[in-house]
């Protein structure tokens, strides 16, 4: 997978572990996605998708600062993985 210029190496079933998202389509062959030398190419923020990733991988978010959560959150959207968008949504109210 390819996010911007960052490269990540996941597998789909760390991509899928928390139910439909952006890249539900891809893997179920309803969508072909762009690539760049074979790999899934996402025209996106690879330092954002790195935290997604952590997310994806231990099922929490990592550290972030209230800002950064809020970037995030908008990151989270477009991915449509709803399980970060609601831990966002909660971490962004004990922030206040």
């Known amino acids: 997978l390819l996010v911007g210029t960052q490269e990540f190496n996941i597998t789909w079933a760390t991509l899928l572990k928390h139910g439909q998202c952006y ?3 891809i ?3 309803r969508w072909q996605p762009a690539e760049i030398d074979g790999r899934i190419f996402v025209e996106g923020d690879g330092a954002l998708f790195s935290k ?8 929490e978010l990592p550290p972030a600062t ?5 970037i995030l959150r908008k990151e989270a959207e ?4 709803e ?7 909660e971490a962004l109210k004990q922030s206040q």
């Open 66 to 70: 209230h800002d950064e959560l809020k």
């Open 27 to 29: 893997q179920e062959g």
């Open 83 to 89: 399980p970060l968008i609601a831990a966002l949504d």
């Open 23 to 25: 890249f539900t389509p």
């Open 52 to 59: 997604i990733e952590y997310f994806l991988r231990h099922g």
């Open 78 to 81: 477009f991915y449509l993985i």
